[in-house]
T-cell receptor, first 116, second 114 residues
Framework: SQQGEEDPQALSIQEGENATMNCSYK?????LQWYRQNSGRGLVHLIL?????REKHSGRLRVTLDTSKKSSSLLITASRAADTASYFC????????????????FGSGTRLQVQP | DTEVTQTPKHLVMGMTNKKSLKCEQH?????MYWYKQKAKKPPELMFV???????INESVPSRFSPECPNSSLLNLHLHALQPEDSALYLC?????????????FGPGTRLTVL
């Protein structure tokens, strides 16, 4: 079952504009991660924010986390055509009680189209 | 080497065929994963291997059979698949001892079942 829901489902912007994607989740988390996927390819890890962090930056990426609202946002500043991809949030949760092993559960994703 | 490789890139098979997908990583990761991804959907976890032992099977049908021959290799054996099994199959790996579980993904195998 999907843990996260993302909005918008699709976003189309012009190069140079900022893109904001939101992710909501339902249960308590250890961390929240954002991944990028180019069409039909594997996922690439972008950034991880821990549950005790509120904001994190990496280059043109800014991620926020609000655990009280169970939501996160990913901001891509000064977007480029090469940023065109699907973006997924993923939450790390325990899957088994006995071992506490964790695995990722992915949100539904936002398809970003950056027009040159 | 920070790469996860998968072979083949594309696979077309009939419902009576037996085939295998392969995944390899040389990052020393001791956790490896298989995901299934349908078009315009997020990846769905199928199996997790930890230290070459199957630790999680997310109620996957028995026509999918995973195997972890050693710490660098992960296979997914396919038998008697259905057309609805057509999807992108992604392999990933992570440091088992990391509590944050950042995962490294391969490029995937695009599977078509006729």
């Amino acid at each position: 079952s999907q843990q996260g829901e993302e909005d918008p489902q699709a976003l189309s912007i012009q190069e140079g504009e900022n893109a904001t994607m939101n992710c909501s989740y339902k249960t308590s988390i250890n961390n929240l991660q954002w991944y990028r996927q180019n069409s039909g390819r594997g996922l690439v890890h972008l950034i991880l924010i821990r549950s005790n962090e509120r904001e994190k930056h990496s280059g043109r990426l800014r991620v926020t986390l609000d655990t009280s609202k169970k939501s996160s946002s990913l901001l891509i500043t000064a977007s480029r055509a090469a940023d065109t991809a699907s973006y997924f949030c993923a939450t790390g949760q325990p899957l088994t009680v006995d071992t506490g092993r964790r695995a990722l559960t992915f949100g539904s994703g936002t398809r970003l189209q950056v027009q040159p | 080497d920070t790469e996860v490789t998968q072979t083949p890139k594309h696979l077309v098979m009939g419902m009576t065929n037996k085939k295998s997908l392969k995944c390899e990583q040389h990052m020393g990761h001791r956790a490896m994963y298989w995901y299934k991804q349908k078009a315009k959907k997020p990846p769905e976890l199928m199996f997790v291997y930890s230290y070459e032992k199957l630790s999680i099977n997310e109620s996957v049908p028995s026509r999918f059979s995973p195997e972890c021959p050693n710490s660098s290799l992960l296979n997914l054996h396919l038998h008697a698949l259905q057309p609805e099994d057509s999807a992108l199959y992604l392999c990933a790996s992570s440091q088992e001892r990391s509590s944050y579980n950042e995962q490294f993904f391969g490029p995937g195998t695009r599977l078509t079942v006729l």
